[in-house]
Nanobody, 122 residues
Framework: VQLQAFGGGLVQAGGSLRLSCAAS????????VGWFRQAPGNEREFVAS????????YYADSVKGRFTGSRDSAKNTVYLQMNSLKPEDTAMYYCAASRSYVGGSSTTYDYWGQGTLVTVSS
């Protein structure tokens, strides 16, 4: 499956963005999807994940209550709604897909998108 993440941009602190992860090549509903981010000089970290049927959603403590994952099977797309953004949310955001795993370990995801940059100004 090929993934493409988009929707990043520059936003002021307190603002919102919605990231999208579009899939091609396979039916996206067969995959769990995770969101990860990497800021300059930092390691890649888990942000959120959503199960293939959308019933299970997990979030990093740093984004819980501000970010919401969802998916639209008809559009083969997964979303990450990001509200109340903070400067520390600035990073390259990646989506990833796995047939068997819906948690927070990046090494267990098989397919990755190219990333979309989110910059939050103070």
């Amino acid at each position: 499956v090929q993934l493409q993440a988009f929707g990043g941009g520059l936003v002021q602190a307190g603002g919102s963005l919605r990231l999208s992860c579009a899939a091609s090549g396979h039916t996206f509903s067969s995959y769990h999807v995770g969101w990860f981010r990497q800021a300059p000089g930092n390691e890649r970290e888990f942000v959120a994940s959503i199960s293939r049927d959308g019933a299970l959603r997990y979030y990093a403590d740093s984004v819980k209550g501000r970010f919401t994952g969802s998916r639209d099977s008809a559009k083969n797309t997964v979303y990450l709604q990001m509200n109340s953004l903070k400067p520390e949310d600035t990073a390259m955001y990646y989506c990833a897909a796995s047939r068997s795993y819906v948690g927070g370990s990046s090494t267990t995801y098989d397919y990755w998108g190219q990333g979309t940059l989110v910059t939050v100004s103070s």
